[in-house]
């Protein structure tokens, strides 16, 4: 078990650009969920998957955003024409199913900032 | 949606103190986790608590689901505790699947 990882860690990027991040979860986990954390605040809710179906999404998620996971296994969520307002820290989680299996474990995060 | 409260914002002690952080609820949970933030943003699992009570160390959680809060105990402080403290809670029942809502965090600065 290596955890949630999460790439990149970092990401500078110029507004309109696009940008792609990837997040690997806990290997026997089925649940993956990305939430987008600004600074001061906690993490909010962006979007959940189960296996490889897209389950549920945030109305934080515009349609700027979009968010795979093609094998039930990794997830990418793609920002299009990035904006100001999309610099933060975007988190993935995982976890399994029933009971104490419900607790979400949490990469590293990948920082953006859009200049 | 389920709206947490997280009591006090901020929290100064010296090494060596106890300190017992607050969570409230507004809705039944079936999932409730206590993390710990680095400073390099990282969210360490402390508790997964729904209910009861848990201890782990110099750590320790109790959840009275019927009253819908939770507190976190931590006894001798240490700086390495220093950081941000979040309570997150979840219903996986109906359509939820299980998604966290958080609180706006406790920042807990322990000085030596």
């Known amino acids: 078990d290596t955890g949630v990882s999460q790439d990149p860690r970092h990401k500078i990027t110029k507004r309109g650009q696009n940008v792609t991040f990837r997040c690997d979860p806990i290997s026997e986990h089925n649940r993956l969920y990305w939430y987008r954390q600004t600074l001061g605040q906690g993490p909010e809710f962006l979007t959940y998957f189960q296996n490889e179906a897209q389950l549920e999404k945030s109305r934080l998620l515009s349609d700027r955003f979009s968010a795979e996971r093609p094998k039930g296994s990794f997830s990418t969520l793609e920002i299009q024409r990035t904006e100001q307002g999309d610099s933060a820290m975007y988190l993935c989680?995982?976890?399994?199913?029933?009971?104490?299996?419900?607790?979400?474990?949490f990469g590293p995060g990948t920082r953006l900032l859009v200049l | 949606g389920i709206q947490v409260e997280q009591s006090p914002p901020d929290l100064i002690l010296q090494e060596g103190a106890n300190s017992t952080l607050r969570c409230n609820f507004s809705d039944s949970v079936n999932n409730l986790q206590w993390f710990h933030q680095n400073p390099w943003g990282q969210l360490i699992n402390l508790f997964y608590i729904p209910s009861g009570t848990k201890q782990n160390g110099r750590l320790s959680a109790t959840t009275v689901a019927t009253e819908r809060y939770s507190l976190l105990y931590i006894s001798s402080s240490q700086t390495t505790d220093s950081g941000v403290y979040f309570c997150a809670v979840g219903n996986a029942g109906g359509t939820s699947y299980g998604k966290l809502t958080f609180g706006q965090g406790t920042i807990l600065t322990v000085h030596p």
């Open positions: 989680a995982s976890s399994a199913a029933g009971g104490i299996q419900e607790t979400q474990y």
